[in-house]
């Protein structure tokens, strides 16, 4: 019976039709999230309609279930309560992201460069400037197949290098980063890209030999934590944090909504960085500026006095840990003659002595925990071992472990699938996909390899040798073991293989990938990826890949601190274009070695996404009908959540029953496996320093390259958008501080700058701008702000790639082609992306179309950016 | 009736709410209760960020700009194709078949939150979801995707605790609408106290601001970095004392609040202690 629903004089629409039109809709879920390896969080519900994509929203996990069903959870503190959202906290570039499906930069068909001919003129040199031409997919196999046979035949398979990057879309099944590594294996072998720990730089080189902790050397366990800040913590110290940004990707929002219980607990927020960034924008009760990358300057100040007010605890230090004398004597000047005393930090760091002193007061008086969301630029810069070892210090100094004082993370909540990673009140079981999942796994180690952040002097400069990197995640000793590239018995690389690449916008010194790409060593380049972008721009042969909502998968929440789920996810629109997922890529090129039964197991799509549900864990709570039927199962809470022990507890009560991985067991100060091994190194000493440049880096205001670089600049995972990810949204390029319109009509990326050093420059509020030092120059747009202080810069990473001049300069403000080459220091291949020199000048437009007229009439879309029809030609 | 409750203060800039509209009104036709609004250029709710202050003392507060679905809307007179109506529920509509582009309501409307589609001809502005309301939505896209509960929507009576202490925007205008804010940002007056000689900040020290016009006296004492901050001020002129026992104390006139403020760093000297 259809029911009149009035709207106004005369017009009517039924509710009938109403109703029809929502039941037109099928509501499916997705997991919309970038960690890039199964394991996912932002789960969404996306109404599809009419082979289209309506809207994306959040789930509401009592949309199916009775909440008692999954027994939600409370945290209870100081005669107040937190509980979960009964819908799940996506962040906007959730939302967004039908845009990615429907961007005008999607890869259609398979394309190939204008002037490679793999059988004749391959024209190398062209790479990067060459636009493309439409192929089929057989030429493309063709080509495939052919050009693996011959790096075979003429060099052997290790030629071949797979990067399997990261942080593309989350895929199970259709795994978006890795699955050529089994293929390739298969085929007898290969050289993989091995990506540094790059989340987690300075607490991998560095903290690891201070406390040991597996997997990426941050505090595990995170047990907990939360409910323990909640009930114990007096000062939480966010140390290059922003707990409103970087989580976006890896688990939305609920970070956000426990920052703002903290505050209303009477919890005080101490904010530490260069820049005002999200989180403290909103939560800081302080902002305390600090100059980019010289936060050990001010923990051995802080140390220091704690030494002389005699404010740390001496006891906990007697038992729980290695070395102290060793570090007080350098910390007292002992050592070098320099003690490290409030004002010989204040002329370091810019932070006026009294705030260090009363800080150090503060901390010493009040149960105080550390808060990272990785730790940010702050452990991702030259020497970013020195800071991140202080800090653990630091938290030793206070009796780390003891309730409310903890190292405490904001994101990667239940990594791994570890429950020992999860600060919030845990599930009954951690959902785990990994048999269904088709990609490459970080932590499983593979020869020959060459860290990532290695890749341009591997190919420009060989031989070249490292410590470490053996994976992601390797433990501490692997940082002693050397390698070398060419291994053993094997070639130097003559192909590169790649899927949804992020290097030269997110890596260390862009400029000089580009130049190893165009090395005529490197005789062919494929790239996976569903856009045409960035490093895809120096491929010679691209292959569409559909993005998530054309591909039937299994997807799992794990890490929104919430509640975990997992869930089928149905097709939500056929492929656009003659995109295919990047496992059915690869199981077409195994097809055509004959290899397909084999590559697959014999498993069809089908199969994989059921064997993915029987060991998720919960296929005894919920068959698969129901799971069907239902769309997605929300765990139940563990009803002994609060038992675990939280952080720390066990080693701060007992340390000689709980051992750290570290030689001495303990924490140390003096770092022993150092000791042994690099007794000599001055950028990683045993004892942490503060080390203002070195053999590796010259980046600090003390070197005299300051006085032609004298500006300091800051490098944030970006606010909208993960790495690379996102960047052709329009809806989030309409946002002022994602980016600015210059004169030109171009968006520029956003640069921050303080209204005093703006003014020195005669630059103005969007005006465009040059940033540069010795490798090269950007353009951005200006953003004069008081979020940032004085004497510093800001941007952030990733923005879309867009050559005025590859290898010299650029126009879409990717920041990272002019980052310091080296590692983070001579013994540790991290990558060091922040707190570095640069000096910005106001640019001439005019003069610069003038001088590079092709560059600047490449037609580029007006809210999109940079366009696919810039580099496409001919069909 | 309904009513829409935005409370500043817990809004953390994500920006949910304006992409949640975009991705719901862009591409999507609602007819009869809205056409597509073009890709970008429009923002039925639009988030602007406020930076408040200078070095150090800075803080950012995120205002939103929505249709307010007056119960006196100028616009609906202004319209000459009588296109523009309100519900019983209160919501305001602009009948997107019956607009023939004038604009008179773009001119009309003092809140600025109407806007023209040129590619269409009509104007267009948020509609609260009118249309998933009444599939049976409890509420629009944009207090949906909210992840603090910045934005509530509802019944004017359920949300009446909310509406006591919230204002409304331009009260002046006499519009009557049916948007209520919490916690719109006023004026700070920030600082920090130290001791030059020391080297130390000051901790208890005593500011107290007063209103040049009215004499109202603002006081706080300062904290363990000698910080100080005084809040929910009106736009104004103040003086400030800063005073701490054993010290002489400061006075700075004529501190204007158009815009937040930071004195910056006062410096107190020690009194001469008086000898025996």
């Not at chain 1, 530490?272 to 050990?296: C, E, G, M, Q, S």
């Not at chain 1, 490290?340 to 800080?359: C, G, H, N």
């Not at chain 1, 299994?554 to 509640?563: R, V």
């Not at chain 2, 919490?182 to 020290?205: M, N, Q, S, T």
Request: charge should be negative.
């Amino acid at each position: 019976m259809s029911v009149v629903l009035v709207i106004k004089e005369g017009k009517m629409v039924e509710k009938e039709e109403l109703r029809k039109q929502a039941q037109e809709e099928k509501s499916l879920v997705k997991d919309i999230s970038w960690p890039g390896v199964g394991s996912g969080a932002n789960t969404s519900v996306v109404d599809v309609k009419d082979g289209k994509i309506v809207r994306i929203r959040p789930l509401r996990y009592d949309w199916k279930y009775k909440p008692e069903e999954f027994n939600p959870w409370k945290i209870e503190a100081r005669g107040k309560v937190f509980e979960p959202s009964m819908k799940s906290l996506i962040p906007p570039l959730s939302l967004a992201y039908k845009k990615r499906a429907y961007s005008p930069n999607r890869i259609l068909y398979p394309l190939k460069r204008v002037d490679f001919d793999p059988k004749g003129d391959r024209n190398i040199e062209n790479r990067g400037n060459s636009k493309f031409i439409r192929i089929s997919w057989d030429e493309a196999l063709d080509i495939i197949v052919g050009e693996i046979k011959r790096m075979k035949e003429k060099y052997g398979m290790t030629a071949i290098f797979y990067q399997s990057d990261q942080h593309g879309e989350n895929k199970v099944v259709h795994g978006c980063h890795g699955c050529g590594r089994k293929l390739l294996e298969l085929l007898g072998g290969y050289t993989l890209q091995c990506r540094n720990p790059d989340s987690w730089e300075g607490w991998f080189w560095g903290a690891k030999h201070v406390w040991g902790m597996q997997p990426v050397g941050q505090q595990v366990p995170q047990a907990n934590l939360m409910t323990d800040i909640a009930r114990n913590t007096d000062l939480l110290l966010y140390w290059g944090c922003d707990q409103e940004t970087t989580p976006w990707g890896w688990g939305g929002q609920q970070a956000s909504r426990l920052s703002y219980w903290f505050t209303e607990l009477g919890i005080k927020q101490i904010y530490i960085h260069p820049d005002l960034n999200y989180a403290a924008a909103v939560h800081a009760d302080k902002w305390i500026p600090i100059r980019p990358n010289t936060d050990a300057a001010m923990h051995l100040a802080i140390a220091y006095t704690w030494i002389t007010e005699g404010t740390y605890d001496k006891e906990y230090v007697a038992t729980h840990s290695y070395g102290f004398d060793k570090f007080e004597e350098y910390v007292m000047g002992k050592e070098d003659g320099i003690p490290k005393t409030p004002k010989w930090a204040e002329e370091i760091t810019a932070v006026p002595l009294r705030i260090i002193k009363a800080l150090a007061r503060e901390w010493a008086s009040k149960r105080t925990s550390v808060v990272i969301g990785n730790g940010g630029p702050g452990i991702r810069g030259p020497y970013a071992t020195e800071p991140a070892r202080l800090q653990v210090l630091l938290l030793a100094m206070q009796g780390l472990g003891k309730p409310g004082a903890n190292q405490v993370k904001m994101i990667e909540w239940g990594l791994l699938g570890e429950p020992k990673q999860e600060p919030l009140p845990r599930p009954m079981v951690f959902p785990n996909l990994g048999a269904a999942y088709t990609g490459s796994r970080p932590w499983l180690a593979w020869h020959p390899f060459i860290p990532k952040t290695l890749v341009h002097d591997a190919i420009l400069n060989p031989p070249i040798s490292w410590y470490g990197n053996e994976t992601q995640m390797a433990p501490r000793e692997n940082q002693f073991v050397k390698y070398t590239y060419p291994a053993e018995g094997c070639s130097e690389i003559h192909m590169i293989w790649t899927d949804s690449p992020c290097w030269i916008t997110c890596w260390n010194d862009g400029n000089r990938l580009i130049e190893a790409f165009k090395s005529p060593k490197i005789e062919f380049i494929m790239a996976q990826h569903p856009w045409l972008e960035n490093d895809c721009l120096f491929a010679d042969l691209i292959l569409p890949v559909n993005t998530k909502f054309e591909e039937e998968d299994i997807g799992s929440d794990a890490y929104s601190g919430q509640f975990n789920l997992v869930f089928p996810e149905e097709k939500c629109i056929e492929s656009i274009g003659e995109s295919k997922s990047d496992y059915e890529i690869v199981c077409m090129i195994a097809e055509r070695f004959g290899l397909l039964e084999e590559y697959t197991e014999g498993k069809s799509i089908e199969d994989l996404i059921k064997i993915g549900y029987e060991t998720s864990g919960v296929q005894d709570m919920i068959s698969w009908e129901e799971l069907k039927e239902k769309g997605y199962y929300v765990i139940p809470t563990d009803p002994e959540w609060e038992k675990y022990p939280a952080g720390l507890i066990e080693f701060c009560e007992d340390p000689d029953n709980n051992r750290l991985l570290t030689p001495t067991g303990k924490i140390e100060f003096y770092a022993t496996g150092l000791a042994e091994h690099f007794p000599d190194d001055d950028e990683r000493p045993p004892v942490p320093h503060w080390v203002p440049y070195g053999g590796s880096h010259q980046e600090t205001l003390q070197h005299p390259r300051a006085k032609k670089y004298p500006l300091l600049i800051v490098s944030n995972h970006p606010r909208w958008g993960i790495h690379a990810q996102h960047e052709d949204i329009t809806w989030l390029r309409e946002i002022p501080t994602c980016k600015v319109r210059g004169p030109d009509g171009y968006q520029y990326q956003p640069l921050w700058i303080h209204p005093v050093d703006a003014a020195k420059r005669g630059v103005g509020n969007g005006d465009v701008v040059k940033i540069y030092n010795e490798r090269g120059a950007i353009l951005c747009g200006a953003f004069v702000t008081e979020r940032v202080m004085p004497g510093v810069v800001s941007i952030d990473h990733g923005a879309k790639y867009d050559p005025i001049v590859p290898g010299e300069l650029e126009r879409g403000g990717a920041i990272n082609t002019i980052a310091p080459h080296k590692t983070t220091s001579r013994n540790a291949v991290g990558m060091a992306v922040s707190g570095y020199l640069v000096e910005l000048e106001r640019a001439d437009l005019g003069e610069l179309m003038k001088k590079y007229p092709e560059a600047f009439k490449r037609p580029f879309h007006p809210t999109a950016g940079p366009s696919y029809e810039s580099f496409v030609g001919g069909k | 009736m309904k009513a829409l409750v935005i409370d500043i203060t817990k809004c953390n800039g994500c920006y949910n709410c304006q992409i949640a509209c975009k991705d719901e009104h862009v591409a999507n036709d609602w007819t009869p209760y809205a056409k597509p609004q073009p890709d970008t250029g429009q923002f039925w709710t639009k988030v602007t960020d406020i930076v408040r202050g200078t070095v150090p003392k800075v803080k950012v507060a995120y205002m939103h700009d929505i249709c307010q679905h007056c119960d006196e809307a100028p616009c609906i007179p202004a319209c000459q194709q009588n296109a523009i109506y309100k519900r019983d529920d209160g919501i305001v509509i602009i009948d997107p078949e019956k607009c023939a582009g004038s604009r008179n309501c773009i001119d009309a409307c003092p809140y600025d939150v109407i806007y023209f589609n040129w590619d269409l001809n009509i104007s267009q502005k948020c509609t609260m979801c009118a249309h998933l309301l009444d599939r049976g939505w409890k509420e629009p896209r944009c207090v949906e995707v909210c992840p603090t509960e910045a934005l509530k929507f509802g019944e004017e009576e359920d949300l009446k605790e909310d509406i006591k202490r919230a204002e409304v925007l331009h009260p002046e205008y006499k519009a009557k609408p049916r948007v209520y804010y919490i916690g719109l940002p006023k004026r700070f007056v920030a600082g920090a106290v130290y001791d030059p000689e020391e080297d130390k900040c000051l901790e208890g020290a005593t500011a107290t601001l007063t209103d040049s016009k009215s004499g109202e006296k603002f006081s706080t004492k300062t904290d363990n970095y000698g910080d100080f901050w005084l809040e929910e001020l009106k736009v104004g002129t103040y003086s400030l004392a800063v005073e701490k026992d054993g010290y002489l104390p400061q006075k700075i006139e004529s501190i204007s609040t158009e815009k937040d403020v930071n004195v910056g760093d006062i410096k107190l000297y020690q009194k001469v202690k008086a000898k025996a």
